[in-house]
Nanobody, 123 residues
Framework: VQLQASGGGLVQAGDSLRLSCAASGRTFSRYAMGWFRQAPGREREFVAAISWSGSSTVYAGSVKGRFTISRDNAKNTVYLQMNSLKPEDTAVYYC?????????????????WGQGTQVTVSS
């Protein structure tokens, strides 16, 4: 599975962005998908994840209520809708795929990673 993240950019606090992650291959629907982010000087952190079917979603506390993860298995794409962005959301955002059914926030359980897309939120 190859993953291509896109949709990042420079926005102001309070704005919205939608990230996309397009996957290659015919087995996309078998994978849980996650979004992680890494800010300069900080470790990579979990943002959100969605089960292979889309029936379950998990969010980090810092983004719950502001971000929404979704997927379209027909398009082999997962999305991250980010609303009410804050300067502390500034980071490189990565999408990841893995055959997992729990512990979605554990980055080591994901098998494939995209190249990342930069999100910068100015105050």
């Amino acid at each position: 599975v190859q993953l291509q993240a896109s949709g990042g950019g420079l926005v102001q606090a309070g704005d919205s962005l939608r990230l996309s992650c397009a996957a290659s291959g015919r087995t996309f629907s078998r994978y849980a998908m996650g979004w992680f982010r890494q800010a300069p000087g900080r470790e990579r952190e979990f943002v959100a994840a969605i089960s292979w079917s889309g029936s379950s979603t998990v969010y980090a506390g810092s983004v719950k209520g502001r971000f929404t993860i979704s997927r379209d298995n027909a398009k082999n794409t997962v999305y991250l809708q980010m609303n009410s962005l804050k300067p502390e959301d500034t980071a490189v955002y990565y999408c990841a795929a893995g055959r997992l059914t729990n512990y979605y926030s554990d980055s080591e359980r994901y098998d494939y990673w995209g190249q990342g897309t930069q999100v910068t939120v100015s105050s």
